[in-house]
């Protein structure tokens, strides 16, 4: 769990969601990469703090995960053709807080939904990190036109608030709040692969190899 979710992966989801984000009951929160190490702990944490909670993942088996084990309302199927109106259709108030995870084409169906103060924590653009030119941004009129707060944050900014994430965390671990899944890759002779599928959505939870038994 310190490589997870009581480790660095968890602390960015605490942080990000809980400062960055500020989520207040009844609002609505996406996150993507939702069945991930980050986004499956934000999804839970928006849940337990009273929030409608909608993650994005890759295939139907993920978004089953999402919704019927870690208990989130809805889960988006970024790879889907109707994606964009599959979001829509699961955010009837908009979005009033998106955890980015991903970037790319799933950014692109978010953004005309976030609602007029929505707060945008960006931890990561995996979708991007192969990218051999920049992408075009966001539409700033937009951030203007509904006051969007976007933060970029790296989590070793944060360490002030370890013990707070340590207390809570584990103590929602304790009572069966937070779940959590590992996907586990035997042998450090399989550590490139393993990166590879990791860029490429292939893990299905905290990636972890282990270089010895």
């Given amino acids: 769990t310190a490589l997870g979710v009581l480790g660095m992966p968890g602390m960015t989801a605490y942080v990000g969601l809980l400062d960055i984000g500020q989520p207040r009951p009844g609002e609505t929160v996406v996150v993507s990469a939702a069945s991930g ?86 931890c990561g653009l995996i979708a991007q990190y192969n990218d051999t030119a920049p992408r075009p941004g966001p539409e700033l009129l937009s951030v203007l036109r509904k006051r969007l707060t976007l933060r970029g944050f790296i989590v070793s900014d944060h360490s002030a608030r370890q013990a707070d994430f340590l207390r809570d965390v584990s103590a929602w ?36 190899v282990r270089v010895a038994t």
């Fill in 37 to 122: 190490a980050v986004g499956s702990l934000v999804g839970q944490i928006a849940k337990l703090k009273g929030c409608r909670a909608v993650g994005v993942a890759g295939g139907p088996e993920k978004c089953r995960y999402v919704v019927e084990e870690l208990g989130l309302d809805a889960c988006v199927d970024h790879r889907a053709p109707a994606r964009r109106q599959a979001l829509a259709d699961a955010c009837p108030a908009g979005i009033d807080v998106y955890f980015e995870n991903v970037g790319g084409a799933v950014q692109e169906a978010v953004w005309p939904l976030l609602n007029p103060f929505a707060r945008v924590p960006i």
């Fill in 173 to 208: 671990l304790r009572s069966g709040q937070i779940k959590y899944r590992e996907d586990i890759v035997e042998g450090l002779e399989r550590a490139p692969e393993a990166l590879i599928g990791l860029l490429q959505g292939r893990n299905f939870g905290k990636l972890i």
